[in-house]
């Protein structure tokens, strides 16, 4: 695999952005289709600065390897020139905006916001440098624009799936079977449990949200038929179908976990 | 969005989740074209999570700040940051070891 290379805007100040080299948390899985390799990059999400004259430190003409089209220094210089012809003015308002579209990402419950901010850069210099032409008099309101696209692909494709024979037999989606105790006390922290898990169901997205209720819906076969319905709707196999109802399980079980803990 | 309704208020209830789709994207829509009104959000933010750690927010306002910050990871990840910072230098809550197993009420849940 050919080395990656990272694009760095240096500036005045001595503070370097790294551009699109994705943060990856170390719980997640890799995608099925590439890993990401390298050293993270530094988080960037602070005021930004008073000076600003960024010189573009790597040489690298090779786009970033990625399947999805990559930031190259061209398309980057390109980028800036585009948002500002002042190169101080157009390295604070790459910053800017890229602030904005981490806090518009988080507020719309994103799970990975840097990454999400990063994406909507990448299709807007991807514009850029395929010669589109962008008519909006502010070049944020743009940007928000695709975030919004960019979120929409999200929920759409929520979930990746990768093949169920990658994963460890102790990971493998199954349903619980563990039968609870009448317990009085027991009963009384269940009904706690679900009166949280309504409310971070009703913070799901609609699909999501869809996704896992239908998945846990119906009984014995009943429940098999209504995955096969529903893994239809949703144009996926099963098994993608049983990964995606796994993982959003786990997720769920954290989060529940933690607002018990809270309240 | 209300016409008579501060910038304050509009903030506030954008955090907390309580605007309706169309206003909040025209908050979304306003910050990112206005610095001053994206850098007022982020200063409100942390004033709402103070708050919250301080224990000064009303008991609806509790409520909705924890559905808001609390079930998802990276603004639970803020908070969690911020408490750390509100608490350097004493002696951390103790905090249960491990998440309780759900899978009981799970099972409850799939037999509705």
Not at chain 1, 100 to 110: D, M, P, Q
Not at chain 2, 53 to 80: A, I
């Amino acid at each position: 695999m050919p080395t990656r290379k990272r694009i760095e805007i240096t500036f005045e100040t001595h503070r370097t952005i790294v551009v699109h080299e994705r943060r990856r948390s170390r719980t997640r899985k890799p995608r099925a289709y590439k890993d990401f390799d390298g050293p993270q990059p530094a988080q960037d999400n602070t005021e930004p600065h008073t000076n600003f004259a960024p010189q573009v430190v790597a040489s690298a003409d090779t786009a970033i390897t990625r399947r999805d089209w990559g930031l190259t220094e061209q398309s980057l210089n390109r980028l800036l020139e585009y948002l500002d012809p002042d190169r101080e003015q157009a390295g604070y308002k790459y910053e800017m905006i890229r602030r904005k579209l981490i806090k518009f990402f988080e507020h719309r419950g994103s799970v990975w916001p840097e990454d999400q901010a990063d994406e909507t850069i990448n299709r807007v210099a991807r514009k850029i440098q395929d010669g589109q032409d962008i008519w909006v008099n502010d070049p944020a309101a743009y940007f928000y624009g695709v975030g919004r696209n960019v979120l929409r692909d999200q929920w759409r494709n929520a979930e990746r799936p990768i093949p169920l024979e990658c994963l460890p037999l102790a990971e493998h989606p199954a349903t619980c079977h563990v039968e609870i105790d009448p317990d009085e006390a027991e009963r009384r922290e269940l009904e706690r449990s679900l009166e949280q898990l309504e409310i971070l169901l009703s913070t799901l997205p609609e699909e999501t949200r869809e996704l896992i209720t239908g998945y846990y819906s119906g009984e014995k076969t009943g429940r098999i038929d209504n995955r096969r319905a529903l893994a239809g709707r949703f144009g996926i196999p099963v098994n993608a179908l049983r990964i995606r109802a796994y993982r959003i399980r786990e997720r769920l079980k954290g989060d529940l976990a933690e607002m018990l803990q809270s309240v | 969005m209300q016409g008579t309704e501060t910038d304050e208020s509009v903030i506030r209830r954008y955090l907390l989740g309580e605007l309706p789709e169309q206003e909040q994207t025209a908050v979304e829509a306003r910050y990112f074209l206005d610095d001053a009104f994206f850098e007022q959000l982020v200063a409100a933010e942390k004033e709402l999570i103070g708050k919250y750690l301080r224990g000064e927010l009303g008991s609806e306002d509790h409520e909705r700040f924890q559905r808001r910050y609390l079930t998802v990871g990276y603004r639970r990840k803020m908070v969690e940051s911020a408490k750390e910072l509100l608490l350097s230098g004493a002696a951390r809550p103790a905090l249960t070891a491990g998440a309780p197993s759900r899978t009981s009420w799970w099972k409850r849940l799939l037999g509705r």
